[in-house]
């Protein structure tokens, strides 16, 4: 079995950064990308940021650009998110998610990590 689990989440003052982390553990995977999304209640959940496995490309929603930049670990994996000049809107759970290979989206997916950010 594969599991994704997120870490890093936090409250913080607007304006600040934080750094997500994305580990998976268990059984050997390939996938085509991996990305975080986010979800406030209410609300659907958004990709906010993805990077594409085999070239390292990044992409990310309108409302983060400039502020948020994806990565990847060079083994396993990894994957993080570092959060700049976050805004109370950026509140949400973030979500880690991968697209692996013979899957038709981002099927997996991990348990979320809560993001708090007060003005």
């Known amino acids: 079995q594969v599991q994704l689990a997120e870490s890093g989440g936090g409250v913080v003052q607007a304006g600040d950064s934080l750094r997500l982390s994305c580990t998976a553990s268990g059984r050997p995977f390939s996938v085509h990308g991996m990305g975080w999304f986010r979800q406030v209640p209410g609300k659907e959940r958004e990709l906010v940021a993805s990077?594409?496995?085999?070239?390292?490309?990044?992409y990310y929603d309108d409302s983060v650009k400039g502020r948020f930049a994806i990565s990847r670990a060079k083994v396993g994996h990894t994957v993080y998110l570092q959060m700049s000049s976050l805004k109370p809107e950026d509140t949400a759970v973030y979500y880690c998610?991968?697209?692996?290979?013979?899957?038709?989206?981002?099927?997996?997916r991990g348990q979320g990590t809560q993001v708090t950010v007060v003005s």
């Open positions: 998610a991968a697209h692996r290979v013979g899957d038709s989206g981002y099927n997996l």
């Open positions: 990077i594409r496995w085999s070239n390292g490309a990044p």
